[in-house]
């Protein structure tokens, strides 16, 4: 959904790029040493863009009136421009949108070894404080090394699982260090849940397991300077973000003291699979996008096209197309999906809205005979 988000922004924005490069066209050469007919220029201009914005999407140019060759060139050139453009952009946010997947687990990852980086940093911190409060006969208390002798910090240290994934994706913050101890000093060592934790004598398992969750949830996921970090890695962060925060607080909960295990959170059973699903629904959508659109509209009484939220057509194209193209998944498992989409990402009243109208569309798509299931989509929607 957010990479046909994306995809719909690129076009309006190519779409005014492309009226843009028609202007440049029939923009007065100064340069030139013949007199030029500015008056003429603009008209041309003016024509060409008209013709070119109710044409850009057609396979053959409808003129309302005849033209001369220069108009002409221009709205085919910029129709070639137009769809170039799109066509780039398609192809890298395609691209992207399965790239973003890989980078939740790599944020994950991270996130998990940052707890690691986090207890040694602790030691360190105390071998440094040590040093200078022996001249002073001051003393450090055993405590505050509760998070560097943290059992569920041992365990994430000796999973042999998890160690393979950090070295699968190359995850490290030997490049970061100097952020990671900022962090430390400045936003973890003054947390009041953290100065509690260090203030109790032989902390139980379950203490040590509560301060990793708060860590991960006051610290990692709501700290700006590392929000801000992650950010900056991933653009699909502030969605992100939530699946992350729900990915690192099942690990943490998951962690056994009996059986030292912890369970690691994949986002899909089959990728291989799952990826060809998200790359043909993407492609399938917009390949038949004015057909989808026309489906919708047809059943959006008292609702022009254009008056419809952009992210809730989206959603409805979205479910047609999965509707009319995946005969394994049952209709009404479609239906919640996209309901739960809306409900997310959309207007408060869109839940009820994609509702009735997905209710109607695949009543009357299946009426049509056009919706064919197989397997479990049969099986369910019987």
Known sequence: MQALYAV???????????????????TPDLNSMEVQDKALLKQNAKTAKKIFQS???????????????????????????FRNNVKKDMSFIKKDMLEAVNKLLENYYLSLKLLVEFSELTKEDIEKRHKRLAESGNQIFESE??????KAIKIINEDDALQNEFIRFGTSWKDDELDVQEWYRDTLRKADFYKEYTQKNNPTFEDDVAVLDQICRQIILKNEAITNFMAERDLYWEENKSALKSMLKKTIKSIDEDTQHLELI????????????????????????????????????????????IVDMIILKMAVSEMLNFPSIPVKVTINEYIELSKNY???????????????????????GKIKKSGRGLIDNK
Not at 9 to 23: H, M, P, R, S, V
Not at 72 to 80: G, L
Not at 296 to 306: C, L, R, T
């Open 266 to 309: 994949e986002l899909s059973a089959n990728w291989e699979d799952d990826s060809e699903f998200f790359k043909d629904l993407f492609t399938n959508t917009i390949n038949n996008d004015d057909e989808y659109e026309k489906i919708v509209s047809d059943f959006a009484k008292n609702w022009a096209s254009e008056r419809i939220a």
């Open 55 to 81: 044409n850009y999407r057609a396979h053959q140019i409808k003129e309302e009136q005849d033209t001369n060759p220069e108009v002409r060139s221009a709205v085919s050139n910029a129709i070639d421009y």
């Open 346 to 368: 959309s207007t408060q009243k869109s839940k009820i809205f994609v509702n009735g109208m997905l209710d109607k569309i695949s009543a009357k798509l299946e009426k049509d």
């Open 145 to 150: 090394l509760n998070l560097y002798k943290n």
């Open 8 to 26: 719909q922004k690129c076009e309006d924005a190519n779409f005014e790029l492309a009226k843009d490069y028609i202007d440049e066209i029939f």
